[in-house]
């Protein structure tokens, strides 16, 4: 990468030289903040990590069986004849090579890993790439350069910064490919005409309203909740009140039965 950044340091003076009638236009994205607010992105890298995920625990239960089979052997070796131990040994060297086929198999050069990666990621890549170079050329810059990649930059303008265009660029293109109709046609026309701070703005309004939506909808339900509350307060204290009639009348009852009871008593 040194050599790399001395490369383009060369070819940039040059370029400078030969083309000293023009200045030069250099712009630069920030490849980590373009692919972290991609969503198919975020999805396929989920997907990856997952496999990753399934593939390590795999490594680690059959290395944890390998560490169990070597203690089973120390523990049992001096009741083990000569032809035993060496049988067991040679199974734990088939095992621990087995573990080192899968992990080549899934870690290699040529694994599944890279494979994957190539499947779900690259292309997503592919098409952040595609759209740098769109904008690169549409406004005409010399070089674009990745602000996340190691190559050291000492001070950048924010206003080289081309990666919001960028990921403008990549919802388009995802948009026309989701067009099922005339209506949504019209509608990606009328947004692909607006500028980058215009969609900022509109988003922004946008923003807004969801929040101020949110905040109705949070005070409708407090109220609810409040109405409910007292609603149910309410009735508990109704039906307090229905109960302590109930008991009332009831031991009224009691009382009189009882009275007559004691006079029939009496009489007989």
Not at 66 to 74: A, G, P, S, V
Not at 114 to 120: D, E, G, N, T, Y
Request: charged content about 40%; aromatic content about 6%.
């Amino acid at each position: 990468m040194r050599n790399y950044v001395i490369t383009l340091c060369i070819s940039l003076l040059s370029f400078g030289t030969t083309e000293a009638q023009r200045s030069i236009r250099l712009g630069y994205v920030d490849m980590n903040y373009i692919l972290e607010n991609v969503p198919e992105y975020k999805e396929a890298q989920a997907q990856l990590d997952n496999k990753v995920a399934g593939w390590k625990n795999e490594i680690e239960k059959r290395n944890k069986e390998i560490d169990q089979m070597r203690k089973t052997l120390e523990n049992e070796r001096v009741l083990l004849t000569q032809e035993l131990i060496k049988e067991r040994e040679d199974e734990i060297r088939f095992m621990q090579n087995e573990i080192l086929d899968y992990q080549q198999k899934r870690f290699g050069p040529e694994g599944d890993l890279i494979k994957q990666r190539s499947v779900l990621v690259e292309p997503i890549q592919d098409q952040v790439f595609n759209a740098v170079q769109e904008i690169a050329k549409a406004r005409q810059y010399d070089f674009v350069l990745d602000k996340s990649s190691e190559l050291v930059m000492l001070y950048a303008d924010k206003r080289h910064d081309i990666s919001d265009q960028i990921l403008l660029s990549i919802k388009r293109s995802s948009k026309r490919n989701q067009i099922n109709s005339r209506a949504d046609k019209q509608e990606l026309e009328e947004t692909e005409a607006l500028t980058l701070d215009q969609v900022e703005e509109r988003e922004e309004r946008e923003a807004e309203a969801d929040a101020k939506q949110t905040e109705r909808e949070r005070l409708i339900a407090d109220r609810k909740a409040t109405r409910d509350s007292i609603q149910a307060a309410k009735k508990a204290a109704f039906e307090a009140r229905r109960q302590k009639i109930l008991e009332e009348r009831q031991r009224r009852r009691d009382s009189i039965l009882e009275a007559r009871q004691k006079i029939k008593d009496s009489i007989n």
